[in-house]
């Protein structure tokens, strides 16, 4: 990365979050011990610092949880959607207000850049409060029925690329539609779910409305397999995701489930090339790659390839990657040693299946997980770095010469969440975004996230959507 | 079909119906070579359908995938118009498909003919929505920025359609008519007691314009049939109407291996009741689609 221009170094204070040594579960309104003491350790990625101990949650404290949330739903869903509006705008304003405590926090547990977490993890996470807080007085124009009811204690289960928001996807449309929630934030990432416990309590949220359960895959499944939870909602892999659809099979409870994906990005030969750049660089290294929508597939235009590609490696070779808490940070830190050695593993897979591998010139911190940005070429479809999610900063490039091509070759994955179109002609894109198979369809853009907008996928990307009116089905029995 | 004989024709013998399978426009018999014995509601032989077999299951998906493409392209006013046709030629046997229902469900002449009023009716009524549902579920997303932002629904795909157990043909057509108005194209396993108006049926969808693999009719053991459809790869969603909380539990576990949409069995007390839009909207995707509005480029940020 050396140039002719370096950065002085930019950190943002960390000083402003103030994280306690250990933190407990968050069950009816309390921060409490789990009922078998178990605790385990969070660490910031970037440097292996050990942030907090976080009480552990068992089987006793998913059914202490989901208890306090049945007796809680009572009074919460008698609430006149007006009342439940005001709660959740004070959410949302009070997220507002803690914002930069709130990235600073993100980034240390998460490990990616401060630029993200301040410019589009926490924006995204009160608006999409604000979003829902205006549905609940409005659920009867919402197009299912005139008196959609809550469906009861909705379980959680989400992941730790985007912590806080998927916390906000998950609690903001249950709570509008006045549905009660037991959260399981991810193992790695527990941090931001207990400061947004705080938050209710400044908000003045009825106790046991909303209860936080840090813990492992263990927690998640009691939680899933509760009897007397009523609406199950998970974000992360597909084969997790496979078997909550089996553990929930034969009962009443109600799921929606967002997978992994594995998305296709097609850059045409009149695509506005320096556009198209960005894009694909937003598209797959933004959040290192850590996102079930990353446009991981590169498709290219033959006659374009060697143009795009000297411009993408150009690009490439000017990403910062480093320290998260410096602003001018691009590429943080992997979230976890667990998730840094998969991503090796995978990437030696595709170098030995023949695929071919550049990275810029790159220096890696010597604490922390880190994992430069990469990208193959000679890629067929055959190749493992071609099918599966590798869920990390690693492209994948294949071309195509005709549309058709272009789309079948963009829909020949298990997968079907995202995907992109590059071109400047707009009868291309309609035409090809109505072929793809994909619930989201980025053209001349990528990455782009909206409360309003409904976000989900198609095939084993999981079912449901979230966001928009579309995101409140999942919450009403309807 | 019957034995029975007009009265005028006292010494006529009449012609029995062969009934078949309904596979990709064409009207196999089951590859197994097995058939099974349907008898009225008291018990005297009708006619023997199709035992589908597990090869017939699978035949009856590459059918229903290969004409999902052009069927979920078709323009939502051509669908419209396919199905209103299939209603037409439902009237124009509509005595026919009495006196089945009469016979399968053990049910008087009139009733009989009020079941299949109805399932005319309901076929009408799905016929209408093929060009309104996108305008109810889908819509512009006003987001933050400078993107346009449209999200529309989209079929699932191949949806393998147990029909009810009970209702021969208005149950049957209130759970096929929706699959295949938003796009989908369907297997569907019939009543396994009483088949036969469902395989009939399969005659005047051949004549319908509705194309072949659209629907795909198979008779014989619902679980036999159904277990092979659950588990099937390239199947995307499964109605259990059709299937007890055993079965149904057994086969949601089945579909749970590569995540297919699963309508989970509903009471339904009466089929004729108004349906709503529930059975469409469960076998339907939403695609968002984002598009910037801003100049592009002018800011080097606005791709």
Redesign the interface.
Same mark, same amino acid.
């Given at each position: 990365m050396a140039s002719a221009f370096d950065y002085a170094p930019a950190p943002e204070s960390r000083a402003i979050v103030d994280i306690a040594p250990s933190y407990g579960l968050f069950i009816d309104g309390e921060f409490t011990e789990a009922a078998d003491g178990k605790v385990f350790k969070t660490v910031s990625p970037a440097s292996e610092e050990v942030l907090s101990e976080i009480a552990q949650a068992g089987e006793a404290d998913v059914d202490r949880a989901v208890k306090a949330a049945r007796k809680a739903f009572e009074k919460w869903s008698a609430l006149p959607g007006t009342e439940r509006a005001k709660y959740l705008f004070r959410i949302a304003r009070i997220i507002q207000e803690r914002s930069r405590e709130l990235a600073v926090l993100e980034t240390l547990d998460n490990g990616k850049p401060i630029k993200e977490t301040r410019d589009a993890d926490l924006p995204l996470v009160a608006a999409h409060f604000f979003y829902y807080a205006g549905w609940a007085d409005k659920l009867g124009h919402a197009g299912f029925g005139t008196n959609p009811r809550p469906l009861g204690v909705a379980g959680q289960v989400i992941p730790w690329n985007f912590p806080l928001l998927m916390l906000a996807w998950k609690i903001a449309p249950a709570l509008a539609t006045g549905n009660t929630v037991v959260l399981k934030p991810a193992e790695t990432t527990p941090l931001s779910a207990l400061f947004f416990a705080d938050i209710c309590r400044q908000a003045g949220l009825p106790k046991g409305v909303v209860n936080i359960l840090p813990g492992y895959g263990d927690t998640g499944a009691a939680l899933v397999a509760h009897p007397d939870v009523n609406k199950v909602a998970f974000t992360g892999s597909t084969a997790v995701g496979k078997q909550i659809a089996k553990t929930v099979a034969g009962t009443r409870k109600k799921l929606t489930l967002e997978l992994g994906g594995k998305g296709a990005n097609i850059v045409f030969d009149d695509a506005p090339i320096d556009q198209a750049v960005e894009g694909i660089v937003n598209g797959i290294f933004f959040n290192q790659g850590q996102v079930c929508c990353a446009g991981s597939r590169l498709l290219v235009q033959e006659s374009i390839q060697d143009e795009l590609l000297d411009s993408l490696k150009r690009r490439l070779s000017t990403l910062r990657l480093g320290d998260p808490l410096d602003k001018n940070t691009d590429i943080g830190a992997i979230n976890s040693e667990e998730q840094l050695t998969r991503i090796t593993s995978l990437v030696e897979r595709g170098e030995s299946e023949g695929a071919e591998r550049w990275s810029p010139a790159c220096e890696l911190p010597s604490a922390g997980y880190w994992f430069a940005p990469t990208l193959f070429t000679n890629v067929t479809q055959a190749h493992t770095i071609a099918r599966d999610e590798i869920f990390g900063p690693v492209l994948s490039v294949l071309t195509f010469r005709t549309p058709d091509e272009a789309v079948a070759k963009a829909n020949n994955t298990q997968y079907g969440l995202s995907a992109g179109i590059w071109t400047e002609k707009g009868s291309r894109i309609l035409a090809v975004a109505n072929k793809l198979r994909a619930g989201v369809v980025w053209s001349n853009t990528f990455n782009k996230f909206d409360p309003t907008s409904p976000f989900g996928g198609y095939k084993e990307s999981g079912f449901g959507r979230e966001g928009g009116r579309h995101g409140l089905e999942a919450y009403l029995d309807v | 079909m019957s034995d029975k004989t007009d009265k005028t024709e006292q010494n006529r013998l009449s012609v029995f119906k062969t009934y078949k399978l309904y596979v990709g426009g064409k009207f196999p018999r089951s590859e197994s070579g097995r058939v099974y014995e349907v008898t009225d509601s008291k018990e005297k032989w009708l006619a023997n359908a199709p035992l589908s077999s597990r090869k017939d299951a699978r035949d009856a998906v590459v059918a229903a995938r290969k004409a999902f493409g052009a069927w979920s392209g078709a323009t939502a006013y051509n669908r419209g118009q396919v199905l209103y046709r299939v209603a037409e030629m439902l009237e124009g046997r509509r005595s026919q498909f009495v006196h089945e229902v009469a016979d399968a469900e053990g049910l008087s002449k009139s009733k009989a003919a009020a079941q299949v009023d109805a399932t005319i009716d309901r076929w009408v009524w799905y016929a209408g929505w093929t060009d309104k549902i996108a305008q109810? +579920?889908g819509?512009g /997303? &006003? +987001? %933050?920025?400078p993107?346009f /932002?449209l #999200?529309s629904p989209e079929p699932?795909g191949v949806v393998a359609v147990l029909a009810p157990q009970e209702s021969s043909f208005l149950g049957l057509v209130s759970v096929l008519a929706p699959v295949i108005a938003t796009g989908n194209t369907a297997v569907v396993i019939t009543s396994e007691k009483d088949p036969l108006p469902a395989l009939s049926l399969g005659e005047v969808l051949a004549t319908s314009d509705v194309p072949g693999g659209v629907v795909n009719i198979l008779s014989g053991r619902t679980a036999e049939i159904a277990a092979p459809l659950a588990a099937h790869q390239d199947v /995307?969603a499964i109605d259990l109407a059709g299937a007890d @909380?055993v079965l =149904?539990?057994e086969l *949601?576990?089945a %579909? %749970? @291996? /590569?995540?297919k949409?699963v309508l989970?069995p509903q009471p339904v007390d009466d089929w004729s009741a108004m349906p709503g839009i @529930?059975r469409m909207t469960a076998f339907l *995707?939403?695609?968002? +689609?984002?598009? &910037?509005t801003g100049s592009?480029?002018a800011s080097? #940020? =606005?791709?």
């Open positions: - | 109810l +579920v819509g /997303n &006003p +987001v %933050a920025g993107y /932002n #999200s699932t /995307n @909380d =149904a539990k *949601e576990i %579909a %749970a @291996d /590569n995540l949409r989970r @529930d *995707e939403t695609k968002t +689609v984002w598009h &910037p592009l480029g080097g #940020s =606005a791709y």
